[in-house]
């Protein structure tokens, strides 16, 4: 794993209370919506654990909310992400789930519906510290952290769309750090996430498209 | 340049000649292909934030997210200023700012996780004062930061900083010893004395459980930033007297741990035990699950 920083000893930078309850989940929905990528319509929380029975004391809501509306971190606007969403015209909701007990204690599904009728859904965990994990996107385990750009490809589990894949990036000279491959089953549908030591061109998009096989392309830059 | 303990971090210093504040920075430049610049930069915002978070409540109290604090810093702070303080100026402010931090972080505002929210007022706090009360400039309480940031590192890297984890010893307990070894080296202590005022820390706030009244970084956590600063300063003040430690840092961060790890659940961030389950702090709750 990477190396620890002191400014993961000091740091991050963040609006209270909580480094995994506030900062944490701020960083969780502003992952979701960089991957969903158009204007947002409906957000739908799902709080699990922990999240689920503090949430209101812990300005999760405020946090969550914020970064669906694209605020890091350190945004002072977080205090105010309710408002904000209402004159932004979109429809939020907050639901807990105390039942399902077999996740990480900092757990919350974000349900995105966008102006142009995309629908994501993400599973993510704040795991201490401000640091988060996307374990999941619509029904697929996944996983990456977000501390690097990353590339998520939503494919046909099919012969040569790795290559095609690792080539777009390799033409445009960026190195990968971290790449897996998760899929639904053999041939039906699987996402790859491509993790990179440098920013990722809007137009890899369209190059890594260019395969028959690949349904969607999803570009997080940090 | 890297360390992984402290003893191999302290072999660079003597070595080398270098302070601690230093090694650091070679490393974090070295580690992460970064420069002296960029890195002073992004330490001198988090230092910003810092300054400013432990200043604001001093002169207007806030209520917290969850009502159980607001206006502890603006108390202090008068009654210091009406000199009725009884610690002295150095402690006064340290625990005022600590305090301070801590409101800030309950009420959704802007601080620096240090090593996280819910200890965050210690490192600012005790800095702050020194800075004050010393005439230290900006540039040196930089360093201070970079040696303190040294110490959270080592017990991020060995141990836990997380509550829920370790207990209140792992994120008021480390950055504590984060405070107290900035503290040595910005007056003036050798590297390693700032590891013996570090290792005191960690051995007087040993065991210490993490045990929030309904579960938010309020209360006890804001007192236990103002104890930990305390606390800094008093390892600080006994290491630059030249009192030496028996049990080096690195076996009292695998000592923390231990002891940490051993702690049942109900004292590690659950509000299932201590504080969090007197019978004042459950009046507060809307009821038990």
């Known amino acids: ?222 | 340049m890297d360390f992984k303990k402290a003893e191999e971090l302290l072999e660079i210093c003597e070595s080398k000649g270098m302070t601690i504040s230093e090694v650091m920075k070679r490393r974090e430049i070295d580690q992460f292909e970064t420069t002296e610049d960029e890195i002073i930069y992004k330490m001198q915002q988090a230092w910003k934030i810092m300054k400013e978070s432990a200043q604001t409540p001093t002169k207007n109290a806030v209520k917290s997210m969850g009502g159980l604090i607001g206006g502890e810093a603006k108390k202090l702070n008068e009654h210091r200023i009406k000199g009725k303080n009884i610690v002295g100026g150095v402690v006064s402010k340290a625990i005022t700012y600590a305090m301070a931090v801590l409101e800030v972080n309950a009420s959704m505002g802007l601080i620096v996780a240090s090593p996280t929210a819910g200890s965050s007022g210690v490192v600012p706090g005790v800095l702050l004062a020194l800075q004050e009360e010393y005439k230290i400039s900006d540039d040196r309480v930089i360093d201070g930061l970079f040696n303190a940031g040294a110490i959270g590192y080592l017990a991020m890297q060995n141990a836990t900083v997380a509550g829920a984890v370790g207990g209140c010893q792992a994120e008021v307990g480390v950055a504590s010893a984060m405070a107290a070894s900035a503290a040595v080296e910005l007056m003036g202590g050798t590297p390693r004395q700032c590891t013996y005022a570090a290792s005191t820390v960690l051995m007087n706030m040993l065991g210490l459980i993490c045990d929030p009244v309904l579960g938010l970084v309020e209360y006890p956590c804001q007192n236990r930033n103002a104890a930990g600063a305390a606390n800094a300063l008093t390892a600080a003040e006994m290491s630059l007297a030249g009192i030496t430690q028996m049990i080096p840092l690195d076996e009292m961060i695998d000592c923390m741990y231990n002891v940490g790890r051993r702690l049942s659940v109900d004292f590690r961030e659950t509000a299932k035990g201590g504080c969090a389950v007197t019978p004042s702090a459950c009046a507060l709750c809307k009821g038990c699950k």
Not at chain 1, 41 to 69: E, N, P, Q, R
């Open chain 1, 1 to 222: 794993m990477a190396s620890i920083s002191v400014f993961d000893v000091l740091g991050p930078n963040m609006i209270g209370p909580s480094s995994s309850h506030t900062a944490g989940a701020s960083s969780i929905a502003y992952l979701a919506q960089k991957m969903a990528g158009g204007s947002i319509k409906k957000v739908v929380f799902t709080l699990y654990g922990s999240f689920a029975k503090t949430y209101h004391g812990h300005g999760t809501d405020k946090a969550l909310l914020g970064g669906i509306l694209g605020f890091k971190t350190d945004d002072k606007r977080i205090r105010d992400s309710f408002r904000i969403a209402e004159d932004r015209k979109v429809d939020f909701k907050f639901l807990t789930n105390e039942v399902e007990t077999d996740v990480h204690p900092n757990t919350v599904d974000i349900h995105i519906e966008t102006e142009d009728a995309r629908v994501l859904d993400v599973r993510g965990e704040s795991i201490g510290g401000g640091k988060c994990r996307i374990v999941r996107i619509d029904n697929v385990p996944v996983d990456f952290s977000g501390e690097y750009s990353a590339a998520i490809i939503v494919q046909k589990d099919m012969p040569g769309v790795i290559k095609h894949i690792a080539g777009a990036l390799s033409d445009r000279n960026i190195n990968i750090a971290f790449m897996r491959l998760f899929r639904e089953g053999k041939h039906e549908r699987a996402y790859t996430i491509v993790e990179t030591d440098s920013s990722l061109p809007e137009e890899l998009k369209d190059a890594i498209m260019q395969n028959k096989y690949v349904e969607d392309v999803m570009l997080v830059q940090i």
